[in-house]
T-cell receptor, first 110, second 115 residues
Framework: GQQVMQIPQYQHVQEGEDFTTYCNSS?????IQWYKQRPGGHPVFLIQ?????EVKKQKRLTFQFGEAKKNSSLHITATQTTDVGTYFCAGNNYGQNFVFGPGTRLSVLP | DVKVTQSSRYLVKRTGEKVFLECVQDMDHENMFWYRQDPGLGLRLIYF???????EKGDIPEGYSVSREKKERFSLILESASTNQTSMYLC??????????????FGNGTRLTVT
């Protein structure tokens, strides 16, 4: 079945440093979503990517969907303590349910 | 704003007990889902439903069942709780029929401990 992997599992950064998490699917995806889960909270939808090579920005967050639609990345510029949490990607394989990656836990040291 | 409400935040049950986890959404969403979240494994889909009285197995349905008698309510049932079902359980809903591409709206989760 479809598998979604994410690296790294954990990332510790100093406040102001950049952060990137990578998501890779074993199959071609129709679309991919990204979620953020704050400590003690529940996953909250951030964005969806649909087109090959698509790039979307939300303030300091940049999301990319690979040309082959099998990988994606989330890049945060100049991290802040409010960015702390676990970031999940979730891939959809043409009408099937979303498969979540294991997540990348981000810690930001002030 | 969409609200997905799970009946309990924390639950402690004994091995062999029958456990009911309740979830209600208030936005008339078609789809409802039950996930369990374990460290290092992400969110794994247990069961989902695209309509009232409809249910489909997800990736890890063994040991679980579900009920959707009303559109807004989706219940997860552990027929005979076991210690390996100790986990965080997350309910979610989404708008569009079928898997679609609608965002998932999650409840706050129920942390179940089976002793």
């Amino acid at each position: 079945g479809q598998q979604v992997m994410q690296i790294p599992q954990y990332q510790h950064v100093q406040e102001g440093e950049d952060f990137t998490t990578y998501c890779n699917s074993s199959t071609t995806l129709s679309n991919i979503q990204w979620y953020k889960q704050r400590p003690g909270g529940h996953p909250v939808f951030l964005i969806q990517l649909v087109k090959s090579g698509e790039v979307k920005k939300q303030k300091r967050l940049t999301f990319q969907f690979g040309e082959a639609k099998k990988n994606s990345s989330l890049h945060i510029t100049a991290t802040q303590t409010t960015d702390v949490g676990t970031y999940f990607c979730a891939g959809n394989n043409y009408g099937q349910n979303f498969v979540f990656g294991p997540g990348t836990r981000l810690s930001v040291l002030p | 704003d969409v609200k997905v409400t799970q009946s309990s935040r924390y639950l402690v049950k004994r091995t062999g007990e029958k456990v009911f986890l309740e979830c209600v959404q208030d936005m008339d969403h078609e789809n409802m889902f039950w996930y369990r979240q374990d460290p290092g494994l992400g969110l794994r889909l247990i069961y989902f439903s695209y309509d009232v009285k409809m249910k489909e197995k997800g990736d890890i349905p063994e040991g679980y069942s579900v009920s959707r008698e009303k559109k807004e309510r989706f219940s997860l049932i552990l027929e005979s709780a076991s210690t390996n079902q100790t986990s965080m359980y997350l309910c979610a809903s989404s708008l569009e029929a079928g898997a679609g591409d609608s965002p998932l709206h999650f409840g706050n989760g129920t942390r179940l401990t089976v002793t």
